[in-house]
């Protein structure tokens, strides 16, 4: 049974990696698209005193609710379903009736851990607020 348990963390892994491309591609396509849509009040925020820092903060942070309910659903949802899709993967090469115990520290360190991955993600791909100035919009 060691072979397929570890099996299973390379397939569990691989699917993180995936995961984790794939919240980050579209989270940094929704930011570009915002900042260019909510560009005048970031401007505006800017002129009364609002540092880029702040405003990316914000931006950031304007994620994380959505975020936690996805990632805490998420997580559920592979507790329930762990032993089950995993059975039907590895069934083909002789593996069946599996009981894989997911381990709730670990689930909790992954919330955790994505949580935080959204944040700088959302963090980083906002840097295109530094280039807006109050001068500019006003000048439109």
Do not use: H, W
Not at 26 to 36: D, T
Not at 45 to 58: D, L, N, P
Not at 112 to 133: D, H, M, N, P, Q
């Amino acid at each position: 049974i060691g072979p397929f348990v570890s099996m299973a963390a390379v397939l569990s892994f691989g699917i993180l990696l995936v995961t984790l491309f794939i919240v980050g591609l579209i989270l940094i396509l929704i930011i570009r698209y915002m900042i260019l849509r909510r560009r005048q009040e970031y401007g505006v925020m800017k002129a009364i005193g609002y540092t880029s820092s702040q405003i990316r903060v914000q931006i950031a942070l304007s994620f994380l609710p959505v975020s936690a309910v996805g990632i805490a659903a998420g997580c559920i949802l592979a507790k329930v379903s762990l032993n089950s899709v995993f059975n039907v993967i590895l069934e083909p090469m002789g593996a069946s009736n599996l009981d894989f115990q997911g381990k709730p520290l670990l689930l909790l360190s992954l919330f955790i851990g994505l949580l935080a991955y959204v944040f700088l993600i959302a963090f980083l791909s906002s840097k295109k607020v530094k280039l807006i100035t109050p001068y500019e919009l006003f000048t439109e």
